[in-house]
């Protein structure tokens, strides 16, 4: 990766969803401070969102929209792609990063369980993928899914989501060859890098940490420099899944 990234992204639009808080604020600072002009979507989190969006307009003025839409809603979602082409007169990058995460063990799994976490995790990065490619496509652009590395090996009493994050990565493959050759689609899917907003068991952060094989947990700004990494510096790479875990998936699960 480039250790000077600044002005990469220059004259570039990225739509990122689930941007207002945590990982997905963390890519759109990234990108943002490459030279993207930011699409900055939003479910609930109205004044974190517009907070961001203030900080980054001030950096670089009208550099930055953010959005609501409910990604459950496919007419919401339809239409922001148009938010891109419409403010920055592109879009060149699409990153599928807005997620539901709760456990679901075997005897609790409702419907409801299984409608939000399969249509926030993949059912959204289908169809809104569907819906940028026609703008991806005349700007040669790029699809960065945020999968899991739960997505290749499951999170015990977490078997939805864990279903959920592996159709995401065979979707970043599918959708590397349907929408090639004028797309590249690619994944980051994380490890340790960031735990769950309602907490979790302190030894068991410590054990998943002792886990990886660099026995320390990572960073939101690992995971947007994965990001940064396929927007800027990576044109023959497409249909991957990059890691960003410490090296937990080379063993030691």
Known sequence: ???????????????????????????????????????????SS???????????????????VPVEADLLDLSQ???????????????????????????????????IDWNDLIGTNLKAPLF?????????????GLVVNIAD??????????????????????LTQSLARELGP??????VAPGPVMWPEDGMDKELQARIVDR???KRPGSPDDVARAVLFFASEAPYITGQILAVDGGRSAGGW
């Not at 109205?46 to 930055?64: F, M, Q, T, Y």
């Not at 809104?128 to 040669?140: E, G, H």
């Open 1 to 43: 990766m480039s250790t000077n990234p600044q002005g990469a992204l220059t004259g570039k639009a990225a739509l990122i969803t689930g941007a207002a808080r945590r990982v997905g604020a963390t890519i759109a600072r990234k990108l943002h401070a490459a030279g993207a002009n930011i699409v900055l979507h939003y479910r």
């Open 46 to 64: 109205a004044e974190a969102s517009l907070a961001l969006a203030g900080e980054l307009n001030e950096i670089r003025p009208d550099s930055v």
């Open 77 to 111: 979602l339809q239409a922001l792609p148009a938010v891109a082409t419409s403010n920055f007169g592109t879009l060149d990058i699409l990153v599928n990063n807005a997620s539901t995460f709760y456990p679901t063990p075997v005897g609790d799994i409702t419907e």
């Open 128 to 140: 809104l993928s569907q819906a940028a490619s026609t703008a991806l496509r005349i700007s040669n």
């Open 149 to 170: 590395i739960h997505g290749m090996r499951p999170l015990s009493r977490h078997p939805v989501y864990s279903v959920a994050k592996a159709g995401v990565i065979m």
């Open 182 to 187: 004028s797309v590249r689609v690619n994944a």
């Open 212 to 214: 990886t094989a660099l």
